[in-house]
């Protein structure tokens, strides 16, 4: 599945640097807790000042994508299962997915595709304002470049992008 394609590619470069050499390259903004499972519990459960705020570290975003990505697919995957009739009478999808990340939502969407035979056009366009996942973006993009899945991303913020087209 292509899921555990982006999984075992993130978890492969967690293991390569495995936890001394990440801690000696943490970029933390203090310093290093200790493992890049801390610094994930500090950006999803505190905003102390001393602490990671953001997913601003490679480690960090690879470490993210093994530890949650199968949960977010799921998740959003149930949701599509929904309303999975509606999404198959549909001629084509774009979607478009804000603070993307290494978006969860486009393999969510893909095991619907390939489970229900959904054969139609689809473009999917991913915004973050943090570079940091373009490694896994750009992974992703390799992953799905024999699907008829258009994809593009953009780190930029997304509203700030809108109003500017629309003047």
């Not at 555990?4 to 943490?26: G, L, P, Q, T, W």
């Not at 705020?53 to 994508?65: E, G, P, R, T």
């Not at 939502?105 to 940091?132: P, R, T, V």
């Amino acid at each position: 599945m292509k899921i555990d394609r982006i999984v075992n590619y993130c978890d492969k470069i967690v293991k390569k640097y495995a936890s001394k050499r990440i801690c000696e390259d943490c970029n933390h903004c203090t310093e290093c807790p200790g493992s890049c499972g801390k610094c994930l519990d500090q950006v999803h459960l505190s905003r102390k000042n001393g602490e990671r705020q953001d997913y601003n570290c490679l480690y960090l975003v690879h470490y993210y994508v093994c530890r949650y990505m199968y949960a977010y697919a799921t998740e959003i995957g149930d949701c599509f299962r929904v309303i999975e009739n509606e999404i198959i009478d549909l001629q084509h999808i774009h979607m478009l997915s804000i603070g993307a990340g290494p978006s969860p939502d486009l393999y969510a969407f893909w095991k619907l595709k390939k489970d229900s035979g959904y054969l139609k056009l689809m473009s999917y366009i991913g915004f973050d304002h943090n570079e940091y996942w373009k490694d896994i973006n750009e992974r992703t993009k390799e992953i799905f470049l024999e699907s008829n899945i258009r994809i593009q991303y953009f780190y930029e913020d997304a509203i700030e992008t809108f109003q500017e087209q629309n003047g």
